[in-house]
């Protein structure tokens, strides 16, 4: 089992910027495909962003592209999500994952998350 812990969550206006990080205490991350989703209320959870195992690869959601950037360090076994020009609709829980194997694009292909960071951005 791998706890996963969100932190960097927070209120911000809008255009502002947050970090949020994804930690995983007395495990190693480098082994796991990374991603971040976000869930707004009365909506699904979807994907902002993942990344491989070795930072190589990267994908993001159409919504996100060119405002957020994913990063891992797996030294510090911690993955990074920067938001930057943050928008309202940006408001949403964000949760990070781990997979066992490759990223992919389907959060129940995933195998450990985390608890959830609330990212609100006020208009």
């Known amino acids: 089992q791998v706890q996963l812990v969100e932190s960097g969550g927070g209120l911000v206006q809008a255009g502002g910027s947050l970090r949020l990080s994804c930690a995983a205490p007395?495990?190693?991350?480098?082994?796991?495909?990374m991603g971040w989703f976000r869930q707004a209320p009365g909506k699904e959870r979807e994907l902002v962003s993942y990344?491989?195992?070795?930072?190589?690869?990267?994908y993001y959601s159409d919504s996100v592209k060119g405002r957020f950037t994913i990063s891992r360090d797996n030294a510090r076994n911690t993955v990074y999500l920067q938001m930057n020009s943050l928008k309202p609709e940006d408001t949403a829980v964000y949760y990070c994952?781990?997979?066992?194997?490759?990223?992919?694009?389907?959060?129940?292909?995933?195998?450990?998350w985390g608890q959830g960071t609330q990212v609100t951005v006020s208009s």
């Open positions: 007395g495990r190693t991350l480098s082994i796991y495909a």
């Open positions: 990344i491989n195992w070795s930072g190589s690869r990267t």
């Open positions: 994952a781990a997979r066992n194997v490759g990223a992919t694009m389907v959060a129940t292909e995933y195998d450990y």
